[in-house]
């Protein structure tokens, strides 16, 4: 622990030369930008200025382009709030309450509550990556396909209803996400399923399509479909002073901050889908433990301030198993990692002994860095606030405008965009019906990891499925996910008894 | 009479008009479409023999990445680009799978090879304190145990998939295959020990072999990897195997001869170039220069040898 504080200074006498803080500053910047417009995530922005660090050294490079990925997840909450377009699949649920909290003249409080959410448990984040990396790292090794199945599971059950408005629509939301899942190349054998001879179908369905879809278009169509004069009255314009965060509301984001920050830091030691599994976490859990669980999805800023906390700390903790293991568990990390492969630098086991002052400055540009976030992202808010004094029918062609590049440049692809459209129209109609596109997604994310999972999981027990139980992490997930199954029907039996025996 | 006159110099245009074309190709940027997304290994290759390949085409090469499909979304729009030369294709080992694997809109005979630049070795890794002391051992163990040996791969009908089912064909034993969706999801289940083995291609597993974690207990090259000097390949122990992972480029069906020759020129040069050179020493590949002729008769190997392995995984 001394020895890691005594590194960590040295780190910070290598962050903190003019150079590498310039090059920390560019990583923010562009971070915030790429998190801000909708699709163009940490990936594309990542992928984009590799090639313009050719010239750099390794150190001040892996600074700025780790800069981009967690500056990303700063500005991911800002469409979601303002238009209920999720920038990043990490936002998904921040459209939930942070949409509302904007209809209702707090998109401020919301923005600002992002912000200082996101530096609390980004820093927090780093100082868990700082301290604890290697155990943690081998920690995360313990997960083997039964383990990630169990896992998945238990996630799938308990955040199904994660809005908590009617389980039945939302397990039929689930299901259809399953299904849309599947679509794609059969993950064991490599045969095409459901793809119809396209091509394109044979990638599966991109999850940012459907998102954006749902969420994004679906708004805009539904919309629409009101009278002009009741459109341009529904949304109450913010005054200058309600544009930042009153003490009552920091009062009620402190806790949901904190535990945001535990639940991210812990789901993004497992690979995969890590955001959206702390953020929808983060939600349910603060929705549950909430005096006043019927506020949320009405504009309870719990319901941003714990989400969007949980992804940034899943952010910080992702870089463990890179660092560490040399292994990336989430897509951006990936890229990272290829970028620092071609400067030369492998990471993983040696990486910390090898380049001690890479990896500790790098950890010391992120402490940097997230300071310098929130110092660039408070500004901001008045400016992105006042978005929504745009008259309707100027801001709503606008934002198809935004989804539809965004949706191109996460793949290049213009299938992608009609797919957008497709599950647009799709939200429309949900929306209607009061269907939740949010259980749909979850599934969707989770879907083809839990069958991945369990058809590994078998193949390495000989079809044996004592593999699930016999092995303690597994088991315990799996009966935390019978828990959540039988609780509420013993809650209601228990209300039942005691009022027969009242009665 | 005047109809004819204007067709005959139709047909003169339009005869003259692909030597005109290589003459002065290239007059604006050349793409390399990457079927694979941004920050993979092929990306990055590419990526970097591109930057040092511009000034040698003394026009901007770009890459454009087109994933989808475990590569057949890249694959059948490189091979319906226009055959002038501007739109190439990166090609790697599963262009020859995919086609065997599921219906596709092309094969290798959709494009005409233009160079190779990388061939990596495939093989396998156990855990450095795995009880198999050597491949022999290995070998022995599975065949009294058949199907008991876990190989982790880096996904089912993958590249490294099909040389791991090669292998066991080769060397007359039965492993049990475990797909995972890349290289880095079966290196971790090995180095938390939930599988026996992975089958991998460099750069994947470096990183662990050097810190002596993992090591390398079945090496599928022709000759020992430079960096691991010490560990034979499997052929000088009696189980005569060859097989790995190509990476090259290649262009649609039709492109003419000369703007081939134009392209592969400017990309040798690009790959004999230092700055290049360093990238792939860094990134552990292993860089393998053959020319569009040699590149064509790997890639028909490869697409030959695939296709029977699928025939006969299929028909179990």
């Not at chain 1, 790429?34 to 600074?63: F, H, K, Q, R």
């Not at chain 1, 397990?171 to 064991?188: C, E, F, R, S, W």
């Not at chain 2, 091979?79 to 065997?100: E, N």
């Amino acid at each position: 622990m001394l020895e890691s504080l005594q590194a960590l200074a040295v780190g910070f006498s290598v962050a903190t030369t003019l150079h590498n803080l310039f090059y920390c500053l560019m990583g923010a910047v562009v971070g915030t930008l790429v998190g801000v417009l909708p699709g163009v995530g940490p990936i594309a922005g990542i992928a984009l200025l590799i090639p313009a660090t050719y010239g750099l050294e390794p150190t001040s490079a892996i600074i700025m382009l780790a800069g981009i990925y967690y500056g990303a997840m700063y500005g991911g909450s800002t469409t979601s709030i303002l238009l209920n377009v999720p920038g990043e699949t990490a936002s998904v649920i921040t459209c939930l309450d942070g949409y509302q909290m904007a209809q209702r003249g707090r998109a401020g409080a919301a923005l600002a509550i992002c912000a200082i959410g996101s530096f609390v448990a980004g820093t927090l984040g780093i100082v868990g990556l700082s301290l604890l990396a290697p155990p943690l790292a081998q920690a995360a090794l313990a997960f083997g396909p039964p383990e990630y199945f169990s896992l998945m599971a238990f996630g799938f059950i308990a955040l199904s209803n994660v809005t908590g408005t009617s389980l039945l629509k939302s397990l039929m939301m689930a299901v259809a996400g399953l299904a849309i899942g599947t679509i794609g190349l059969d993950p064991v054998t490599g045969e095409a399923r459901f793809a119809y001879g396209s091509d394109y179908l044979l990638g599966g369905i991109e999850f940012v399509a459907v998102a954006i879809g749902l969420f994004g278009i679906g708004e805009v169509l539904s919309n629409v479909n009101r009278p002009a004069a009741a459109l341009e009255q529904a949304v109450k314009i913010p005054r200058l002073r309600e544009l930042y965060p009153s003490g009552q509301d920091l009062k009620r984001s402190a806790w949901p901050i904190l535990r945001g920050s535990g639940v991210g830091f812990g789901v993004g030691l497992v690979p995969g889908p890590a955001p959206v599994i702390a953020t929808y976490s983060s939600y349910m859990i603060e929705r549950k433990i909430s005096k006043h669980p019927e506020r949320f999805g009405q504009g309870a800023i719990e319901g941003v301030a714990g989400p969007e906390s949980a992804n940034n700390a899943a952010c910080q903790s992702a870089f463990i198993p890179l660092f560490v293991l040399g292994i990336p568990f989430a897509p951006p990390t990936a890229i990272l990692l290829g970028a620092f492969l071609i400067h030369g630098v492998t990471p993983g086991p040696l990486l910390i002994s090898e380049h001690p002052n890479l990896f500790w400055g790098v950890i010391a540009s992120m402490y940097i860095g997230n300071f310098v976030l929130l110092v660039l992202n408070l500004p901001f808010v008045p400016l992105f606030a006042n978005i929504l004094r745009i008259p309707k029918k100027v801001l709503l062609p606008l934002v198809i405008v935004f989804c539809l590049t965004g949706m191109y440049t996460v793949n290049n692809s213009v299938f992608d965009i009609w797919m957008m459209i497709l599950f647009g129209v799709v939200g429309f109609l949900l929306r209607r019906w009061a269907y939740e596109g949010a259980p749909l997604l979850l599934a969707l994310v989770l879907g083809p990891k839990l069958e991945v999972a369990f058809r590994q999981s078998l193949m390495i027990s000989h079809g044996d499925f004592g593999v699930f139980v016999n092995r303690p992490v597994s088991l315990v997930f799996l009966l935390a996910a019978v828990a959540f199954l039988l609780l509420p029907i013993c809650k209601t039996c228990y209300r039942q008894i005691r009022r027969a025996a009242a009665g | 009479m005047l109809r004819k006159m204007a067709f005959i110099c139709m047909a003169l245009a339009l005869l003259a008009c692909p030597l005109a074309m290589a003459a002065d190709f290239p007059a604006k940027e050349v793409q390399i479409i990457v079927p694979w997304s941004a920050g993979g290994a092929t990306d990055l290759i590419f990526r970097a023999l591109a930057n040092t390949t511009e000034k040698y085409l003394k026009k901007p090469v770009v890459v454009v990445n087109r994933p989808g499909g475990g590569g057949a979304v890249g694959y059948t729009e490189g091979s319906k680009a226009k055959p002038d030369g501007y739109t190439l294709t990166a090609a790697v080992t599963p262009l020859t799978i995919l086609p065997h694997n599921v219906k596709t809109a092309f094969t290798y005979r959709s494009f005409v090879p233009i160079i190779n630049v990388v061939s990596d070795p495939s093989m396998f890794l156990v855990q450095a304190k795995a009880p198999w002391k050597d491949l022999k051992e290995f070998l022995t163990y599975a065949k009294q145990n058949p199907g008991m040996i876990t190989v982790g791969n880096s996904g089912a009908g993958g590249g490294v998939h099909l040389v791991a089912l090669a292998f066991q064909n080769a060397a007359g034993v039965k492993l049990n295959h475990i797909p995972f969706a890349g290289g880095g999801p079966s290196v971790t289940a090995l180095l938390g020990g939930h599988i026996n083995a992975v089958v991998v291609s460099p750069p994947e597993g470096i990183a662990h072999i050097k810190a002596g974690k993992l090591r390398i207990i079945a090496l599928f090259a022709d000759k020992r990897l430079s960096m691991f000097p010490n560990v034979p390949t499997v052929s000088e122990q009696g189980v005569p195997f060859v097989m790995g992972m190509w990476r090259g480029l290649v262009a649609p069906k039709g492109t003419p001869p000369a703007v081939i020759k134009k392209l592969h020129d400017a990309f040798q040069k690009g790959m004999n170039d230092p700055a290049f050179k360093k990238n792939a020493r860094d990134m552990s590949i292993n860089l393998n220069y053959l020319g569009g002729a040699d590149f064509g008769k790997l890639i028909a190997d490869s697409d030959a040898k695939f296709g029977a392995l699928i025939k006969q995984m299929k028909k179990k």
